[in-house]
Nanobody, 129 residues
Framework: AQELVESGGGSVQAGGSLRLSCGVS????????MAWFRQVPGKQREEERE???????????TYAESVEGRFTISKDVDNDMLYLEMNSLKPADTATYYC???????????????????WGQGTQVTVSS
């Protein structure tokens, strides 16, 4: 499977903004659902990752309640990129963020992918108060 590479993580103060990027070359946006998950400190199992934002192959976007109104997921289909714009960041947003693609449906409530799903390697976001 083609590797997903995230970038854009870093450290920011509460109230600040960051934009995460993920190269999704090799994964057509019309075939693959795409999403961002995160894993907070202290939770180590993959199953404990929490869904943040989803952009499905039909163009529908869905957000976790905790980030609704603050985060925006978007795609640049010409350049095979997936983005997560994060505004009004809070210390509770501190986590490792993962880009995800899957031909089967992605559910933000379930951090389990089908055999066709791919996880990125993650990028760290730290928000200080």
């Amino acid at each position: 499977a083609q590797e997903l590479v995230e970038s854009g993580g870093g450290s920011v103060q509460a109230g600040g903004s960051l934009r995460l990027s993920c190269g999704v070359s090799g994964y057509s946006h019309t075939i693959y659902n795409m999403a961002w998950f995160r894993q907070v400190p202290g939770k180590q199992r993959e199953e404990e990752r929490e869904g943040v934002a989803l952009s499905d192959k039909d163009g529908t976007t869905t957000y976790a309640e905790s980030v609704e109104g603050r985060f925006t997921i978007s795609k640049d289909v010409d350049n095979d990129m997936l983005y997560l714009e994060m505004n009004s960041l809070k210390p509770a947003d501190t986590a490792t963020y993962y880009c995800v693609v899957d031909r089967r449906p992605i559910w933000l409530e379930i951090a389990t992918l089908s055999p066709s799903g791919v996880w990125g390697q993650g990028t760290q976001v730290t928000v200080s108060s």
